[in-house]
Structure formats: C-alpha cells, structure tokens
C-alpha cells in the first residue's frame, strides 16, 4: 500500500464541520482511497472510499484532489460520537475476493470538543 | 445480527497457555483476517484466508496459527503464550476493498 500521511491529532467544535487531510503523494493508478475509524475499545468502522470523484455518503465526504495527491474526510456536523481515530488508507480495489488486508497507519486522533 | 463475532471478548491467561480466539462472519464474505491492536494502538495484520487458503502470513511467530474450518469461520490458535502477546486481536471479513471488523478480543498474559 501507498504511504499516507495524516496529522497525529485534530480538534472540532460540536456541530461544525470536521475536515480530515491525508497525504498520499506516491499514490498510484489503480489505488483506490479509503477511510476508516476506530472508536475507543471499538473494531474499526469503515467509512468511505473513492477513486477520483468527490464522494459522499450518510456519514461523509470525501474531497479527492485533481492529481489525487491528497484527500479530506468530511464530517458535515461533527457530534461527540465521532471522537475516534481516523485512517486514511490506499490501496487497489478488489472486485471480488478481497485478497489483501489494509495497512493501518498512526492515522488522526479527532477530538470533538462540546 | 451482529455481522462478524469474536469469543471471547476478554481472556486473562498465564504464559506458557494455549489459547484460542473465535470468529464468525454472517456476511458471506470470501476472505477473513485477524489483525492485533498492540498497547501503542497499531493495527497490525497478522493473517488472511481466502477461500480456506492462508494468502497472507506477515512475521508472526509460528505460535500463532489460524484454523478455517469453513468460509464462515476463522480462528486463532496461540501456543506458548508470551507477555508480548497481550494485545486486543480483531478479526474481520471482506469481499471487496471494505472490511467488516469484530468487536475485539483483549488478551492478557500474566
């Protein structure tokens, strides 16, 4: 998997926005990004993937950058709930089988502030 | 229906114990993992079956093995527990790029 690159740690406010960036400058092609996140004593929960587009779904969005060197998770109205940590992953799509794991890195301690 | 089940949740064991961790996966998925959570909080994968087949063995001692004994199943056997063993394990499943991940299963060595 690509190296990604996320800050160790990140505050919000209750209600606001929450904006999550990962670096992945040696991404490739074919790599897809994912994120999760884990809740304290929690397993991880996935959250969302995309290739290029912009993507979004019940729980965030995700902002791909043109050269898809980098990306940012968006929780559009960050609740207490949603203090965990946050991993951005690369890696290939598998259409079926799911061949590899995930490569977990220290990721973003988000901590919502009420 | 909770989608992929571990047991036990907590083990409290001695070293030198043999031990074994349970997980079930009622999504149809065709590849389960298990990954260790260590006191640092690094997820860590330590195996995948596909199929029944191992596909991915990282550096994990050979104390460890993994037994399928079908698609829905894979378990964790640990011989010769050690103190570094303690650690939350987490089993999941995939069909594609997105992994359904268990609750965890913290293990104690004393």
């Known amino acids: 998997d690509a190296k990604t690159t996320q800050p160790p740690s990140m505050d919000c406010a209750e209600g606001r926005a929450a904006n999550l960036p990962c670096n992945h400058s040696t991404i490739s092609g074919n790599e897809y990004v994912y994120w999760y996140r884990q809740i304290h004593s929690q397993g991880p929960q996935y959250i969302i993937h995309g290739l290029k587009n912009n993507e979004t779904n019940e729980m965030a969005s995700l902002i791909i950058t043109e050269d898809r060197k980098s990306s940012t998770l968006i929780l559009p109205h960050a609740t207490l709930r949603d203090t965990a940590v946050y991993y951005c992953?690369?890696?290939?799509?598998?259409?079926?089988?799911?061949?590899?794991?995930?490569?977990f890195g220290k990721g973003t301690h988000l901590i919502i502030q009420p | 229906d909770t989608a992929v089940s571990q047991t036990p949740k907590y083990l409290v064991t001695q070293m030198g114990n043999d031990k074994s961790i349970k997980c079930e996966q009622n999504l149809g998925h065709d590849t389960m993992y298990w990954y260790k959570q260590d006191s640092k909080k690094f997820l860590k994968i330590m195996f995948s079956y596909n199929n029944k087949e191992l596909i991915i063995n990282e550096t994990v001692p050979n104390r460890f093995s993994p037994k399928s004994p079908d698609k829905a199943h894979l378990n964790l056997h640990i011989n010769s527990l050690e103190l570094g063993d303690s650690a939350v394990y987490f089993c999941?499943?995939?069909?594609?790029?997105?992994?359904?991940f268990g609750e965890g299963s913290r293990l104690t060595v004393l």
């Open positions: 992953i690369v890696r290939p799509f598998y259409s079926g089988g799911g061949a590899d794991g995930l490569t």
């Open positions: 999941a499943s995939s069909h594609t790029g997105e992994l359904f």
